[in-house]
């Protein structure tokens, strides 16, 4: 956290004027929006102490079989958008049948399918880049809601709330919080513990699926190559919301600070003119940082250690609660600055 707060007031300080512009802001939702869905699922995959590599694969392969059935073979976009987002479900379902059924651990199976996925996606689109979709499509990645927001994040808010209410109202919600804090004691009580991990890698590839059509609506394109960083992003997103990777403990709001912050990273990393690759190598130390900060608090709580610690020690729920509330009061600053900074500019010029 304190790294990208950092980052960001160095380009407050070095590129204000390029930064805090109304429609620069817009592009930082518009950037965020793509990857709620996958963090909402994500959330849920990582609670269970899972993990899902495959994510950008997924995207690319839905995005390029949509592609064909709108461009080679006349389907209706009303008829290749629910298919898209149905295969991407399916490749869920293999996911998730593969770490459950062959005991493959989560991590070595889904980068393997991974590797699948985007061969796949290769052999399909034959190095073709895909375009000029129907403007129904187009709107899904970039549309606008007249005197609202934009089409993607409405979409990608719709399944933020979505994802808060499976994962705090429902059955599949408890089960994950229960097969991430002890699967052995989950099993013993009677949780399906496979079912649901299965139901879980669904979800996932089901919002992956999502994902890549709103990339192919985006860039009103796609190609084999799409959305190679996907996996890399929305994990340090959902981390850096204080999801544990140890599993257990999660939060639907806190992924939704991580996106808004990681998309402000990446997009003070390009107003900077940083080159495109370090947003990856950001990322990766977002995600190191992170888990290390806290498997920090967690040792220094079992030691029993006083000092600052024990003034701060509470229950875990609470002080996910106030890093959370931290998290977002640094983008509501940014943003509220971003408009008063926008202001002003536009009534100097």
Same mark, same amino acid.
């Given at each position: 956290?304190?790294?990208?707060?950092? &980052?960001?007031?160095?380009? +407050? @300080? *070095?590129?204000? !004027?390029?930064?805090?512009? =109304? $429609?620069? #802001?817009?592009?930082?939702?518009?950037?965020?929006?793509?990857?709620?869905?996958?963090?909402?699922?994500?959330?849920?995959?990582?609670?269970?102490?899972?993990?899902?590599?495959?994510?950008?694969?997924?995207?690319?392969?839905?995005?390029?079989?949509?592609?064909?059935?709108?461009?080679?073979?006349?389907?209706?976009?009303?008829?290749?958008?629910?298919?898209?987002?149905?295969?991407?479900?399916?490749?869920?379902?293999?996911?998730?049948?593969?770490?459950?059924?062959?005991?493959?651990?989560?991590?070595i199976?889904?980068?393997?399918?991974? &590797?699948?996925?985007?061969? +796949? @996606? *290769?052999?399909? !689109?034959?190095?073709?880049? =895909? $375009?000029? #979709?129907?403007?129904?499509?187009?709107?899904?990645?970039?549309?606008?809601?007249?005197?609202?927001?934009?089409?993607?994040?409405?979409?990608?808010?719709?399944?933020?709330?979505?994802?808060?209410?499976?994962?705090?109202?429902?059955?599949?919600?408890?089960?994950?919080?229960?097969?991430?804090?002890?699967?052995?004691?989950?099993?013993?009580?009677?949780?399906p513990?496979?079912?649901?991990?299965?139901?879980?890698?669904?979800?996932?590839?089901?919002?992956?699926?999502?994902?890549?059509?709103?990339?192919?609506?985006k860039?009103?394109?796609?190609?084999?190559t799409?959305?190679?960083?996907?996996?890399?992003?929305?994990?340090?997103?959902?981390?850096?919301?204080?999801?544990?990777?140890?599993g257990?403990?999660?939060?639907?709001?806190?992924?939704?600070?991580?996106?808004?912050?990681?998309?402000?990273?990446?997009?003070?990393?390009?107003?900077?003119?940083?080159?495109?690759?370090?947003?990856?190598?950001?990322?990766?130390?977002?995600?190191?940082?992170?888990?290390?900060?806290?498997?920090?608090?967690?040792?220094?709580?079992?030691?029993?250690?006083?000092?600052?610690?024990?003034?701060?020690r509470?229950?875990?729920?609470?002080?996910?609660?106030?890093?959370?509330?931290?998290?977002?009061?640094?983008?509501?600053?940014?943003?509220?600055?971003?408009?008063?900074?926008?202001g002003?500019?536009?009534?100097?010029?």
């Amino acid at each position: 956290m304190a790294m990208i707060a950092a &980052l960001l007031l160095l380009m +407050l @300080a *070095l590129e204000p !004027a390029r930064y805090f512009r =109304l $429609s620069n #802001f817009d592009i930082i939702l518009k950037d965020a929006a793509l990857y709620m869905p996958m963090a909402m699922a994500m959330t849920i995959v990582i609670v269970t102490r899972g993990i899902d590599l495959s994510i950008g694969s997924v995207a690319a392969l839905t995005a390029i079989v949509m592609g064909y059935m709108l461009k080679s073979y006349g389907f209706p976009w009303w008829i290749a958008v629910p298919l898209a987002i149905s295969l991407g479900a399916l490749c869920g379902l293999v996911n998730g049948l593969i770490i459950t059924k062959l005991r493959v651990p989560d991590l070595i199976g889904t980068l393997a399918m991974d &590797l699948a996925y985007r061969g +796949l @996606a *290769l052999v399909l !689109a034959k190095g073709v880049v =895909l $375009s000029r #979709f129907p403007e129904e499509v187009v709107a899904i990645g970039r549309g606008q809601i007249p005197g609202f927001l934009p089409v993607p994040v409405v979409i990608g808010l719709t399944t933020i709330v979505a994802g808060y209410f499976i994962y705090t109202r429902t059955r599949l919600g408890r089960y994950a919080i229960a097969i991430g804090s002890n699967p052995e004691a989950a099993d013993l009580t009677g949780v399906p513990v496979n079912r649901y991990k299965v139901y879980v890698y669904v979800l996932m590839g089901a919002m992956a699926g999502l994902a890549g059509v709103m990339l192919a609506g985006k860039l009103n394109a796609v190609q084999a190559t799409s959305a190679p960083f996907f996996n890399l992003h929305v994990i340090a997103a959902v981390v850096v919301g204080g999801t544990s990777l140890f599993g257990g403990r999660g939060s639907m709001l806190g992924s939704l600070a991580g996106v808004l912050l990681l998309a402000m990273m990446i997009n003070a990393l390009v107003t900077l003119r940083i080159e495109f690759f370090w947003q990856s190598v950001a990322s990766g130390v977002v995600i190191i940082l992170s888990v290390a900060f806290y498997t920090w608090l967690q040792m220094k709580d079992r030691d029993g250690q006083g000092g600052m610690m024990a003034a701060l020690r509470t229950p875990e729920n609470r002080r996910l609660g106030r890093f959370i509330l931290t998290i977002l009061a640094i983008v509501a600053a940014l943003f509220a600055l971003g408009w008063l900074f926008a202001g002003e500019t536009s009534a100097v010029r």
